[in-house]
């Protein structure tokens, strides 16, 4: 453990490029905050009946502002460690605060909207706030103080926006929730610009950028892990006729192809990618969104497959039918821009998959919820084969980032 100042980077040995054991602990967590999202919306899809069509999307709507919280959490707590030596004294606070901050939003997330939306506010405003207030009081550098006092500005006004939404009904609370992100998303995005203070340079950010690829390698993996527990979890408490095999089935194929395509090819070289960029800090950036729109397609096909599983000769609804297709349509989305942002191109499969999922919605929302489930392991698989015919034979693709 160190006292002195944090340097700037990451050291560059190979040490530098690997997680510490407290950021993975900092990752455990986030199992099972997801665990509480896909719970939350089989909650609303599945175990309260009457539901319209409009509420399943208002529903979804909310559920979806908490999972992007959580990712803004963790995004911050990662570019961080990234930047900073993780084995300082006032570095592994921070990762702490915002462990326990993620614990304790996992823990509201189900009630988040009624009764404990006090404690989910507060507990992510205590983690972005004391970490830009910690880091400004450590660094000595007037470059970093500067941006560090840009962004707790940033976070004490969107802290005013969740803390008061905190104590609002449903509707203003929803609203004032959105526009906080919305500000810390823009802040994020062009320099933490506050008015007297100017603003970063993104391209210029020191990153260790072998460090943040292995994070969002790691935070994907954990979205992965959440879909197979997810299906677990409800396949141990379903009849188990054969329905329910099929479909836990039919989830982890599922679980297994949304790995595969990650990781052919761009999701193993995307650490050489981000040094190899002319700006990594500007890729990094980019990475950021695109793997928040994968995990996001990610968690939506698990809430999808847990309800295959447990209702899987049900016909479907159509919120149904929108994440058993829609989560590895928007996952495929990611995966495109993945691409282009590593290879400064994007295959066709990933265009050709998308549709294949969407197109035939009239027709699948009249069969089984199982059915639409297999569809979308054989639209993955193609995908999956076309990748690896394009590799066989070939030597490995170096990345080309267009940054």
């Known amino acids: 453990?160190?006292?002195?100042?944090?340097?700037?980077?990451?050291?560059?040995?190979?040490?530098?490029?690997?997680?510490?054991?407290?950021?993975?602990?900092?990752?455990?967590?986030?199992?099972?905050?997801?665990?509480?999202?896909?719970?939350?919306?089989?909650?609303?899809?599945?175990?309260?009946?009457?539901?319209?069509?409009?509420?399943?999307?208002?529903?979804?709507?909310?559920?979806?502002?908490?999972?992007?919280?959580?990712?803004?959490?963790?995004?911050?707590?990662?570019?961080?460690?990234?930047?900073?030596?993780?084995?300082?004294?006032?570095?592994?606070?921070?990762?702490?605060?915002?462990?326990?901050?993620?614990?304790?939003?996992?823990?509201?997330?189900?009630?988040?909207?009624?009764g404990s939306g006090l404690a989910f506010a507060v507990a992510y405003v205590v983690a972005n706030v004391g970490r830009s207030a910690i880091l400004l009081l450590v660094l000595r550098r007037i470059q970093y103080r500067r941006l560090k006092l840009r962004m707790l500005i940033t976070y004490v006004v969107s802290g005013v926006l969740w803390l008061a939404g905190a104590v609002l009904p449903t509707n203003p609370r929803v609203v004032l929730w959105s526009a906080a992100l919305v500000v810390e998303y823009l802040g994020n995005r062009f320099g933490w610009p506050v008015p007297g203070l100017g603003r970063s340079t993104i391209s210029r950010w020191d990153i260790h950028g072998r460090h943040l690829a292995e994070r969002y390698q790691q935070i994907y993996l954990v979205a992965i892990g959440e879909t197979i527990l997810v299906a677990g979890l409800t396949f141990t408490r379903s009849p188990g006729g054969w329905e329910s095999i099929v479909a836990f089935s039919a989830a982890l194929a599922t679980s297994v192809l949304l790995w595969r395509i990650y990781v052919q090819r761009a999701g193993q070289i995307l650490g050489e990618a981000v040094t190899g960029a002319e700006h990594p800090a500007t890729i990094g950036r980019s990475a950021s969104d695109t793997h928040l729109v994968m995990v996001v397609g990610v968690v939506a096909t698990a809430i999808g497959y847990e309800l295959a599983v447990e209702h899987p000769a049900g016909h479907n609804e159509l919120a149904w039918l929108a994440l058993v297709l829609g989560g590895p349509a928007l996952f495929l989305a990611g995966r495109a821009r993945f691409e282009y942002e590593v290879f400064g191109r994007v295959s066709p499969s990933r265009l050709v998959a998308i549709v294949a999922l969407l197109l035939p919605v009239p027709l699948l929302v009249r069969v089984p919820l199982l059915v639409a489930a297999g569809y979308a392991v054989v639209v993955l698989a193609a995908v999956a084969v076309a990748d690896l015919r394009r590799a066989w034979g070939r030597p490995p693709e170096a990345p080309a980032p267009p940054f």
């Open 1 to 114: 453990m160190r006292i002195a100042e944090p340097a700037a980077l990451r050291s560059d040995d190979g040490d530098g490029d690997r997680a510490t054991f407290l950021e993975l602990f900092f990752d455990l967590v986030y199992v099972f905050a997801l665990t509480r999202i896909s719970a939350r919306a089989f909650e609303d899809l599945a175990l309260e009946g009457g539901k319209t069509t409009w509420s399943a999307v208002t529903g979804g709507g909310k559920t979806l502002l908490l999972l992007i919280a959580l990712w803004m959490l963790w995004q911050g707590t990662a570019w961080t460690t990234s930047r900073y030596d993780p084995y300082h004294l006032w570095l592994q606070v921070i990762v702490i605060t915002a462990l326990v901050s993620a614990m304790v939003m996992g823990v509201a997330i189900p009630r988040a909207f009624t």
